[in-house]
């Protein structure tokens, strides 16, 4: 098929509110090299990394919790998650769904015309298990918010599958994530896990693989979304309150401290659910919605054998894993809404009041 010379892509012009994302239908379609394709997008979701790169909220400058506006006080020098700037402009847009159009010379030219999801860590193939090298698709390298994204041929996956593009567009980022914290913590069969901000994208990504793995699952959600985690899968669910009201209803209902916290909020409740894990129990997180900064008192830590893991870049065979789990409907779509790409601001605003259940998309 032919390809245009340009495209409609939403700009990241610089750091700041939703203001500084710019639709436009003149930006150059980018041109695939020797190793790399070219695909036509059909959806991308929005992810905490969108909105924490264009606020600059992972710049050690900032210390207040996740906000949709730009931080006065942020050093542009490390505002992306490896500690380095962002280059503008910047197309984001990590959870690419769409279909393959073009090969470079030496990328696998039976990937064109197939439906595909993207994995959104591009690692350098000459040392894929350098994290220093490690880039994003729509913080280091150009994403999805547009209709023509260039990637590696290794970071495309074809799926076989009835779901919408919509709904594919769900699973790259949060579910990756997800995977990655489990196995950091090698949660197993019959393990007790408490999963916080279980209606989120991560969060409720969590609750389906943690039921996948055979584990006892108590979420923490609002009230308004907590019929729809139990669907998920979770054995309870208890209403989010406040931190410590939290835990404690939490180990409450569990009968008991935890085996494991997978933790995405941060913030002041970090410290009590450390307290609710058992000896040699487990707290993994890969975000802090509710703030970076938390208070820790060693004993707690020592005195339980308790072991602490971070979880952002995941190893090879997670992903080609996780694309199997959606062939099998071992773990299903959590989608939340979608917007035209127009929209994007809109979408980005209402990602970031967290009314949602699961996941947000930009269709194309």
């Known amino acids: 098929m032919s390809t245009p010379a340009t495209m409609r892509a939403a700009l990241l012009v610089g750091h700041g509110g939703p203001e500084m994302i710019e639709v436009r239908d ?49 050093d542009a020098a490390d505002s992306t998650w490896g500690g380095r700037g962002v280059e503008f402009p910047r197309i984001q847009g990590a959870d690419v769904a769409g279909r393959v159009i073009a090969a470079g010379d030496a990328a696998d030219a039976g990937l064109v015309d197939r439906r595909i999801i993207v994995e959104p860590w591009l690692k350098d193939p000459a040392d894929p298990t350098n994290r220093s090298k490690a880039r994003y698709l729509g913080s280091e390298a150009d994403g999805g918010f547009a209709e023509y994204v260039v990637v590696p041929a290794v970071n495309v996956y074809p799926v076989e599958t009835g779901l919408s593009d919509a709904e594919l567009a769900t699973f790259a980022c949060a579910s990756s994530t997800a995977e990655h914290m489990l196995q950091r913590i090698g949660l197993a069969r019959g393990e007790r896990i408490a999963v916080p901000g279980a209606s989120g994208g991560v969060g409720s990504a969590l609750v389906q693989l ?51 916290v997978a933790d995405v909020v941060g913030g002041s409740a970090v410290a009590p659910w450390l307290d609710g894990l058992a000896g040699r129990g487990r707290y993994v997180t890969s975000g802090a919605i509710a703030g970076p900064m938390v208070e820790l008192d060693l004993r707690t830590l020592y005195l339980n054998d308790l072991e602490l893991y971070g979880a952002t870049i995941y190893g090879p065979g997670l992903f080609a894993d996780l694309v199997g789990y959606i062939e099998r409907g071992e773990i299903r779509p959590v989608l939340g809404g979608t917007f035209p790409l127009e929209r994007i601001r809109e979408a980005q605003e209402a990602f970031v009041r967290k009314e949602h259940f699961g996941n947000l998309v930009i269709t194309l």
């Not at 695939?32 to 059909?42: C, F, R, S």
């Not at 990394?49 to 992972?58: E, K």
């Not at 006892?216 to 931190?243: H, I, N, T, Y």
């Open 210 to 260: 943690a039921r996948r793995r055979g584990a006892r699952v108590v979420a923490v959600a609002g009230a308004s979304k907590m019929a729809q985690v139990l669907e998920l899968g979770a054995d309870v669910v208890v209403p989010r309150q406040g931190p410590e009201h939290d835990v404690a209803a939490a180990i409450e209902a569990n009968g008991g401290p935890f085996d494991a």
């Open 26 to 74: 003149d930006v150059p379609v980018p041109v695939p090299g020797p190793d790399e394709v070219l695909i036509k997008v059909a959806a991308c979701g929005i992810n905490n990394t969108d909105i924490n790169t264009r606020v600059a909220w992972y710049s050690k400058s900032v210390t207040e919790a996740t906000s949709g506006e730009g931080y006065a006080d942020a």
